[in-house]
């Protein structure tokens, strides 16, 4: 157990609806990262937070959007949704900002997109 | 375009042998290498890590070695043990040079299987 929590572990929808991610990092963690993972993409980075501001983007769509809350849990909101976001959205928390703070990851958020 | 790939999708060693599991990366901005495991249903967990300072880290039974003119990085695993049968993921960050964000770039993975 990492001590990542996200939720829900799985969770269907149809095309053009939102869904938010939830995701609790672990105790005494500031910074908070989200990826996605698909069958033909791999793992990819997508945004991370730091403290409550965001640190770095990676390869987030418009549609998508991310923030830490002063608790330090985060939500990664998916909007006007496509088939091609069925994915698994994992979460990771860390200790600093920086990536060579050893990342934790969550056991991640089945998204089905039907 | 794949910045950080493994050209092996699986891997099939027998037990107390060597595995060598590959990752190559195409930008010469990336200063910071890791090496996660990924087991069903579960997130990946940090394995080992090496910046482009040194050309080799060891952790017990894993080490990992990184050409950097080759842009060729490998994990070695000594002995096997069926405990390692795993997705093994390569990721790679320009934590130094600054060429990156600081999320991790990671390979598509190699299914390792431990063979009795």
């Known amino acids: 157990d990492s001590g990542v929590t996200q939720t829900p572990k799985h969770l269907i929808t149809a095309t053009g609806q939102r869904v938010t991610l939830r995701c609790s990092p672990r105790?005494?963690?500031?910074?908070v990262y989200w990826y996605q993972q698909s069958l033909d993409q791999g793992l990819q980075f997508l945004i991370q937070y730091y403290n409550g501001e965001e640190r770095a983007k990676g390869n987030i769509l418009e549609r998508f959007s991310a923030q830490q809350f002063p608790d330090l849990h985060s939500e990664l909101n998916l909007s006007s949704l496509e088939l091609g976001d069925s994915a698994l959205y994992f979460c990771?928390?860390?200790?600093?900002?920086?990536?060579?703070?050893?990342?934790?990851f969550g056991p991640g958020t089945r998204l089905t997109v039907t | 375009d794949q910045q950080v790939k493994q050209n092996s999708p699986s891997l099939s060693v027998q037990e107390g042998r060597i595995s060598i599991l590959n990752c190559d990366y195409t930008?010469?901005?990336?200063?910071?290498f890791l090496w996660y495991k990924k087991y069903p249903a579960e997130g990946p967990t940090f394995l080992i890590s090496i910046s482009s300072i040194k050309d080799k880290n060891e952790d017990g039974r894993f080490t990992v070695f990184l050409n950097k003119s080759a842009k060729h990085l490998s994990l070695h695993i000594v002995p096997s043990q069926p405990g390692d049968s795993a997705v093994y993921f390569c990721?790679?960050?320009?934590?130094?040079?600054?060429?990156?964000?600081?999320?991790?770039?990671f390979g598509k993975g190699t299914h390792l299987i431990i063979q009795p």
């Open positions: 105790s005494g963690d500031l910074s």
């Open positions: 990721a790679a960050s320009g934590r130094y040079s600054g060429g990156g964000a600081d999320g991790l770039t």
């Open positions: 930008n010469s901005m990336f200063d910071y």
């Open positions: 990771a928390s860390s200790a600093g900002a920086a990536v060579d703070y050893e990342q934790y």
